[in-house]
């Protein structure tokens, strides 16, 4: 045979050989066995947005990941599993199933108009009502000869002995006055009108005096009926409270310029709080407030009833004064107190603080939107009132937000293909 026949004839049983190996593997396979299927990426199951290109444990969750095959991420797009992710949804929006929501443990409320309380809290320090001072002087000049009110924090009350004074004046003086008392009766038999007049007008003059020295109305009547001056004199308490300033020392001698006594009501006190000048705005005369004293539950109302006008330049606090009852003294001048305003606020916008999720550079909700659908919306927030807080813009009242499994969500958001970070 020749050279060039050999030839032809192996092309052609390879040729053969091959056709059979090929029909073998289409038409041959009669033991069952399925084509090998190409693993394209794995994924998790509680997360599909997380992909990876080799087995493992997801990082989030710690289940396993499982593979999406070649045929399986043709067919997706039909797919209308819980997993499953529309290819219409927009990039801020989740679709999360009822069966996953309950397994996150996602629960819900309410955006609401309502109104609230606006409370910040301050320091104030007790003071003594001016207004319920009182302060003792002597109208003549003298010596204080007996004290009868002998330290600072005494309780006195209106009508009170405070102590005696010699004056050489008011002596000389009630003296005047027993002389004119005798010249008046002497005058009553005599004949001339001129003289009577005379009499009455020098009696008259010299009990005005006394009465201006603040010789009481009970000490004239008993000079008159007695005839006798009194050596020293007596200085009442003009009104009722607790000592808190004494200059009254026996043999002293005293002047008209001299305060002896300053007495305060302390049955109602004021109390100057600050407030700064964000918080001034808030306050107003009459406004209710709640003082707390420290280390002690006992609250007590009080009201404002002035405001200074000016700020303190160091401090940028603005001097509010309260008035508040004292019942059983326990607030004391000097003490440090905690002071609480309470101001209603305007109808606002407004959902549960765990509803908002706050990463500092912006805050988010979670809105429903139905059938599994969640919306990832930027809002605004104002202040916060008790377990709620204000959101001035995003959001609409009567719209669903999530309040629990904020998270989670937040996490499955973070993971979905195209997310920009923060």
Known sequence: MK??????????????????GAGYGRFGRRDGAKPERRVLYYVDPMHPAYRSDKPGIAPDCGMKLEPVYEEAAAT?????????????????????????????GVGYSTAELASGERMFRTTGKIAV???????????????????????????????????????????????????????????????????????????????????????????????????????????????????????AFPKQRVTPETELYAIADLSKVWIVADAFESEAGSVRIGQAATVTIPFSSRALRAAVSYILPDVDPETRTLKVRLDAPNPGFALKPGMFVDVEFRTATPRRVTVPAEAVLDTGLRQTVFVDRGDGSLETRRVETGERMGDRVEIRKGLKAGERVVTSGNFLLDSESQLKPGHAHD
């Open 3 to 20: 050279k060039s026949a050999r030839v032809a004839i192996a092309v052609l049983a390879i040729a053969v050989a091959f056709a059979a």
């Open 76 to 104: 997706a797009p039909h797919d209308h599993g819980a997993a499953a992710t529309p290819p219409f949804a927009p990039q801020d929006t989740l679709q999360i199933s009822a069966e996953k929501q309950r397994l996150i």
């Open 129 to 247: 009502d001016e207004t319920r001072m009182a302060r003792v002087h002597s109208r003549v000049e003298g010596w204080i000869d007996e004290v009868f009110v002998d330290f600072i924090g005494k309780a006195v009350e209106k009508g009170a002995r405070m102590l005696t004074l010699y004056s050489p004046e008011m002596l000389a003086t009630q003296e005047e006055y027993v002389l004119a008392l005798k010249s008046k009766e002497i005058m009553k038999s005599s004949i001339l009108h001129a003289a009577m007049e005379h009499a009455d007008s020098l009696l008259e003059a010299t009990r005005r005096r006394l009465e201006l020295w603040d010789l009481s109305e009970a000490q004239i009547v008993e000079l008159t009926r007695t005839r006798k001056p009194v050596r020293n004199i007596t200085l009442f308490a003009p009104a009722g409270g607790h000592v808190i300033a004494r200059n």
